[in-house]
């Protein structure tokens, strides 16, 4: 089955950036979606389409795609984006079949 | 504003069956694809399956096919999800997320499975 893979922990200073890579073997041909997950609440779309930005969404978080690897960049990390972080994405099969990362958390201390 | 309204809590015996429910209100239901996701106790999202509520077409993750049953009321603007043959693995917070994007979600459904 298809399979999406992130680190299990990214630690960076506040007001540093951080980087959460997700790769796939379908990722050039599909999209990346990227959730933020705080302790004891429901995910939040962070980003869709492997570099959309939702309302609401701070514009420090920003998403890029190149070949088999999605990247989610959150340029001068605060301390209130510590989370759980997931990606997500279909496989190459075209029936709508999706898959989640297993999760990065990101620390900002 | 668009919401997600899922059903309480539910303790279910091994071998049973739960079904939760995800109601949605503040946009057309039926524009929108819904997926079924689930969290086990400190773990990572699962992605369960998705509906189209248009024409109640589906397709479910591998590990649940045939234990999965994904539906919906259009005059209701709710979705369904049935597990069958519960068993303790499949303790977890389930959530309904709307759209392509996943862009709006429930708050979640805990589905506790104990003898």
């Known amino acids: 089955s298809y399979e999406l893979t992130q680190p299990p922990s990214v630690s960076v200073s506040p007001g540093q950036t951080a980087r959460i890579t997700c790769s796939g073997d379908?990722?050039?041909?599909?999209?990346a979606y990227w959730y933020q997950q705080k302790s004891g609440q429901a995910p939040v779309l962070v980003i869709y389409?492997?570099?959309k930005r939702p309302s609401g969404i701070p514009e420090r978080f920003s998403g890029s795609s190149s070949g088999t690897m999605a990247t989610l960049t959150i340029s001068g990390a605060q301390v209130e984006d510590e989370a759980d972080y997931y990606c997500?994405?279909?496989?190459?099969?075209?029936?709508?079949?999706?898959?989640f990362g297993g999760g990065t958390k990101l620390t900002v201390l | 504003q668009v919401q997600l309204v899922q059903s309480g809590a539910e303790v279910k015996k091994p071998g049973a069956s739960v079904k939760v429910s995800c109601k949605a209100s503040?946009?057309?239901?039926?524009?929108?694809?819904m997926h079924w996701v689930r969290q086990a106790p400190g773990q990572g999202l699962e992605w369960m399956g998705i509906?189209?509520?248009?024409?109640?077409?589906?397709s479910y993750a591998q590990k649940f096919q045939g234990r999965v049953t994904m539906t919906r009321d259009t005059s209701t603007s709710t979705v369904y999800m049935e597990l069958s043959s519960l068993r303790s693995e499949d303790t977890a917070v389930y959530y309904c997320?709307?759209?392509?994007?996943?862009?709006?979600w429930g708050k979640g459904t805990t589905v506790t499975v104990s003898s």
């Open positions: 389409e492997d570099s």
């Open positions: 997320a709307r759209g392509d994007y996943m862009d709006v």
């Open positions: 379908a990722l050039p041909k599909k999209y």
């Open positions: 503040g946009y057309t239901f039926t524009s929108y694809y």
């Open positions: 509906i189209n509520p248009s024409g109640g077409s589906t």
């Open positions: 997500y994405s279909t496989d190459s099969s075209g029936n709508l079949s999706g898959v």
